[in-house]
């Protein structure tokens, strides 16, 4: 059984690797002290433990690893290697028990890179985890003035009051802006029950906004944008009780107002609700 799921995951890694390298690009993990050798740091926080958002786990901390496995967390070595027995005794207790160990990972500009725990990233990705629980070191970049710099320690602010490390903005002043629109002062830190609810709003909104992924390229809206949009026309409080019919219905009057779901080529329309 763990080895015929062991063959699906890597022929998945394998067609993955292919279409990557058809396209020109590398097959394999980034490796983030690649990454950082080209760049000025600030220094680096301990954040603990806390669950992180398996979309947002993009690649390892050095380059050992990396070739083991697809952009994806795909495994790619053969079949009969230790990595794959190792692999299989992962699927094994995940299938049985549950994979419960937490990873260790560095964050970089929002994204995560694995230190330790990339067969276990690898398994539960598979398997369609969602989020994974990670002992995180964040790397702080420079404070440079640009627009990516600005959002980033625009969200390193909004993380310390809310916990929050799933959304992300395309335009700088959103995320004061969101904490505006959820009834909050600006120093407001949030409690267990606001991250609970505000999770659960998210997440029913992501679902119907289809594409989930907080590392959109500035110029295009982000679910985050979509989201604060949605909260300026019909407000949280009014929203956050939503049944998902209720929440469907004014969201179809989002799509239908500014047509969300083609990917708005420009976000020319929205610059009065969403600022820059």
Request: contains cysteine.
């Amino acid at each position: 059984m763990y080895l015929e799921e062991y063959h699906k995951a890597r022929l998945l890694g394998q067609k993955e690797a292919r279409l990557i390298q058809s396209r020109g690009g590398s097959p394999y993990l980034p490796v983030l002290d690649e990454i950082l050798a080209e760049e000025t740091t600030c220094g680096e926080v301990q954040l603990g433990l806390a669950d992180v958002p398996m979309e947002l786990i993009v690649g390892t901390r050095s380059a050992g690893r990396s070739q083991a496995f697809s952009r994806s967390f795909l495994p790619l070595m053969a079949e009969d290697s230790e990595f794959a027995s190792k692999w299989m005794s992962l699927c094994k207790a995940h299938m049985n028990e549950g994979i419960t160990d937490a990873i260790k990972v560095y964050e970089y500009m929002h994204t995560f890179y694995v230190v330790e725990g990339h067969k276990r990233v690898s398994v539960l990705r598979y398997f369609g985890a969602v989020s994974i629980s990670a002992e995180i070191t964040r790397v702080l970049p420079a404070k440079d003035g640009s627009v990516a710099s600005r959002i980033y320690y625009e969200y390193v602010d909004f993380y310390k009051l809310s916990g929050v490390n799933y959304l992300w903005f395309s335009g700088v002043g959103r995320f004061s802006r969101l904490q505006e629109a959820l009834g909050k002062a600006p120093d407001e830190v949030w409690s267990e029950e606001d991250r609970r609810k505000f999770f659960s709003f998210y997440t029913r909104f992501s679902a119907l906004y289809g594409d989930k992924s907080a590392r959109e390229l500035a110029g295009r809206m982000t679910t985050g944008d979509a989201m604060l949009l949605y909260l300026d026309i019909f407000g949280y409080d009014q929203v956050k009780n939503y049944t998902q019919t209720e929440l469907k219905n004014g969201f179809l009057q989002l799509h239908e107002a500014f047509s969300l779901k083609k990917g708005l080529a420009s976000l020319n329309p929205l610059k009065g609700l969403l600022g820059r």
